[in-house]
């Protein structure tokens, strides 16, 4: 009972929160934080499923999050033709060369019987660069010498970005497969370097593979679930139900022209709170499915047992568990949920930018957000993320405030406040590691602690 | 001759930065594996110890630039390293005795620890931007070259040359000194010994009447002076970017497990292994294979293994492959 109270008391004071922002700042800006923070709740549910749930330690959220991005350009960009004509066969080969090469690795270490095996093996590892850059490199070069300025890549398959989320979960998923193979028996802190290294470098394949994402040129122009403002503006439909919305705003116009202005302004702003709204909704649905199905995991027999695992791997063992298959598992679910929502921040931002995934930002910022709002907890997890970029985002304006009241009486061109305002991006850092620290050592369990389940 | 020209290409691209490389690495990897032998945590936090050590020593630099005070042909940051370190020091003593004490006392696991050292790395973070902003600061005076490339080309009359920066000098003996200095103390004074026998075995060490303040407080002294001499010297050599100071946190994780954590001797050459690795298999080695092959076979792409882009890919493979086959790192496992 003291529980729930807890949660709706802070989900509660949180809404309030961006209702203040709505009135305070505009309606657009506690929009678009209220989306991130539902993006970041996913997020958050994902590292939540790792590390609450069986105490993973996954510091590659950054990859996982990049590869969730790059499925959108991969699923929903239209395909450039002549770069498919350039290239297309050299990378469709070079992919099935991997494809081989893996498959032989995993063959070599599982059946092979030999005294030679872990010279095979280590040939076949070393192997991959060369082999891939021979069959691949001049179609890629091909390929990236196509229309360099405006294209120069592929291109996707020109399919709803939607589906890219989900096809970004199952790269995601494939790629944890992999790398749990390989990393998940470490101990915890060198699982915590192993997946930092790997994160690392899937987001320098991301930055530099050109002719896939197009590197550090960005791609721009994304699709959408949602409409388009200037769609929205030029349709008949909307503009009624603005002017049905506004009606009583709208007669107060004097005249004709002075109504056009208004309506043409009120109008504008509407659509893009609109989008804002659409994007919101669709957000939801998905945060509330995840949360309804791995509070459902939580509870069902699975669950019990990842917690067996996680308090206690020995006894776990012991009662017969593969800890290491379920870890596998957990990594898998828990990496496609986070590229679920690398794919779903990439839909919403409309563009691909390889260059701004940043370890601060896109690891550990989330790990804050699970610690802070309460490991195992996935209500938790949800209101840390909320809590986290909300204090991310106005941070800022708050640091502003704080300067500009303990420096009135100083002069405006006083290097000394010159350069504060100049570093408030950075006063954020500063609020995130305290915020950090103090809940470690106050609340060490989190905001909303892990309940005990009795079943 | 061509096989003399092909031994010089090879000293200046790899033999001579590799050196430099190595030794930023190893005096960042003993640091770490220090906390690691003695803290047993492995602190993400100290990439940007480094860098605010740095960031001391720079604003020290332009202090005494101020007041006309260098030092001859050498960087003046040398001079202001004191101030650092001093600087440094005070900074994770603070830290230790607000933050990383409770979860000592406590007994918590080491992976509380990497999340606590994670909120510091956000606070170091901030304060280093704060105070000196996120771009890039070149402190380095003093003469910039040895020998360069030229020099060295008229005075052996072979095709290629070996340049030799100042800074890569200064970094190697630096590094020498410090080190030499270092297992002095470990290995030979009571202090030094006290500290391996806590390392080795707390409770052990504790029975025998050694104070676990002091040794926590020892460390962390050794660790910001390691902490702010590496960053220096590799700001020295490169340039001061906070980002970047990050960034070599990875490779140097990975110097430290290669060599054994816990172990600073295997850090060290960790370090060296991790450096070399890296640019050994960066480097194209078109041009010396020109030299040395008969013209017929000569290569026509670059003949390099990986691009410099994914050098983090280089720290993981070898981090993966010690892991699994020597998981206490290339040196038999034993702690400091």
């Not at chain 1, 992919?95 to 090469?101: E, K, M, S």
């Not at chain 2, 994770?92 to 620890?113: A, G, Q």
């Not at chain 2, 606070?123 to 003093?142: H, T």
Request: hydrophobic share 55%.
């Amino acid at each position: 009972m003291r529980n729930n109270l807890d949660i709706k008391l802070a989900f509660g004071v949180m809404a309030l929160l961006l209702i203040m922002v709505g009135f305070v700042q505009s309606w657009g800006v506690a929009l678009a934080i209220l989306n991130l923070c539902l993006i970041s709740a996913v997020m958050s549910m994902g590292v939540n499923i790792q590390w609450g749930y069986s105490g993973l330690i996954n510091f590659g959220v950054m990859g996982f999050l990049a590869i969730g991005g790059l499925a959108t350009i991969v699923v929903s960009v239209p395909p450039v033709n002549e770069a498919w004509a350039a290239g297309g066969f050299g990378v469709i080969l070079s992919g099935l060369i991997l494809f081989v090469l893996i498959a032989s690795i995993f063959y070599v270490h599982r059946k092979f019987q030999s005294k030679y095996k872990n010279y095979l093996l280590f040939l076949l590892v070393i192997s991959v660069i060369p082999m891939m850059k021979l069959a691949a490199g001049p179609s890629i070069s091909a390929i990236e010498s196509i229309d360099a300025a405006t294209s120069g890549f592929l291109g996707g398959f020109d399919m709803p970005i939607i589906l890219s989320w989900f096809v970004g979960a199952i790269f995601a998923a494939l790629v944890a497969f992999i790398i749990g193979k390989v990393c998940l028996d470490l101990r915890s802190d060198y699982l915590a370097i192993a997946t930092l290294l790997i994160s690392g470098i899937i987001v320098s394949y991301v930055k530099h593979e050109e002719w896939l994402t197009r590197g550090v040129k960005n791609v721009t122009g994304l699709k959408r679930p949602v409409p388009f403002e200037v769609d929205l503006q030029n349709s008949d439909w909307f503009v009624n139900f603005i002017g049905f919305l506004f009606k009583g705003r709208l007669s107060k116009a004097s005249d004709l022209d002075e109504k056009i202005i208004l309506l043409n302004e009120l109008v504008m702003t509407s659509s893009s709170i609109f989008v804002k709204l659409c994007f919101s909704v669709i957000f939801l649905i998905v945060l509330i499915t995840i949360l309804v199905f791995s509070e459902k995991a939580l509870r069902s027999p699975w669950g019990r047992m990842m917690r067996a695992i996680r308090d206690n791997e020995d006894a776990a063992k012991a009662m017969g568990k593969n800890v290491v298959k379920r870890h596998l598992h957990i990594f898998m679910i828990g990496s496609a949920i986070i590229g679920f929502s690398g794919a779903m921040l990439v839909t919403y931002d409309g563009l691909f930018t390889p260059a701004s995934y940043q370890p601060l930002r896109y690891t550990f910022i989330i790990w804050v957000m699970v610690l802070l709002g309460g490991t195992g907890n996935n209500y938790g997890a949800i209101l840390g993320a909320f809590v986290v970029w909300f204090i991310w985002i106005e941070s800022a304006p708050f640091a502003l405030f704080v300067i500009n009241a303990l420096m009135s009486e100083v002069d405006n061109t006083n290097q000394l406040k010159i350069h504060l305002i100049d570093s408030i991006p950075y006063f954020r850092y500063l609020m995130m590691g305290l915020g950090l620290l103090v809940v470690m050592r106050y609340r060490p369990k989190g905001l909303l602690p892990e309940k005990i389940i009795n079943n | 001759m061509d096989f003399l020209n092909a031994i010089i290409l090879l000293g200046n691209y790899i033999i001579v930065p590799g050196l430099t490389y190595g030794s930023q690495l190893a005096l960042g990897a003993i640091g770490v594996t220090l906390i690691y032998g003695v803290l047993r945590f492995a602190n993400f936090a100290y990439g940007d110890l480094m860098a605010f050590g740095t960031m001391i020593v720079i604003l020290s630099t332009g202090y005494l630039q101020s007041l006309g005070i260098t030092f001859g042909f050498l960087p003046t940051a040398l001079l202001a390293l004191p101030m650092g370190i001093i600087a440094t020091v005070i900074l994770s003593l603070f830290f230790d005795k607000t933050v990383f004490k409770y979860y000592r006392d406590m007994k918590s696991e080491p992976v509380i620890l990497i999340v606590v050292s994670i909120g510091v790395m956000f606070i170091l973070n901030a304060i280093v931007r704060i105070v000196i902003g996120p771009g890039d600061v070149i402190f380095m005076d003093g003469a910039r070259f040895i020998m360069k490339a030229s020099e060295f080309k008229k005075m052996t009359g072979l095709n290629e040359g070996i340049a030799l920066k100042s800074t890569q000098l200064i970094t190697v003996i630096t590094t020498i000194i410090t080190c030499s200095i270092l297992f002095y103390f470990l290995n030979k004074t009571k202090t030094g010994k006290s500290m391996r026998a806590y390392s080795d075995n707390e409770d052990l060490a504790l029975l025998s009447g050694i104070d676990p303040t002091k040794i926590v407080i020892y460390t962390w002294v050794i660790v910001s002076i390691l902490a702010t001499i590496a960053g220096t010297l590799y700001g020295l050599d490169k340039s001061f970017k906070p980002f970047a100071y990050w960034n070599n946190l990875l490779p140097i994780f990975a110097a430290t497990i290669v060599g054994g954590i816990g172990n600073p001797l295997g850090a060290f050459y960790g370090g060296f292994v991790i450096a070399f690795t890296e640019i050994g298999l960066t480097y194209a080695y078109k041009k010396f294979l020109v030299y040395l092959l008969p013209e017929q076979l000569e290569p026509s792409s670059l003949v390099q293994y990986i691009s410099t882009d994914y050098k983090f890919a280089i720290s993981f493979a070898i981090l993966i492959v010690v892991l699994i086959y020597r998981p206490n790192g290339i040196f038999k496992g034993k702690v400091i």
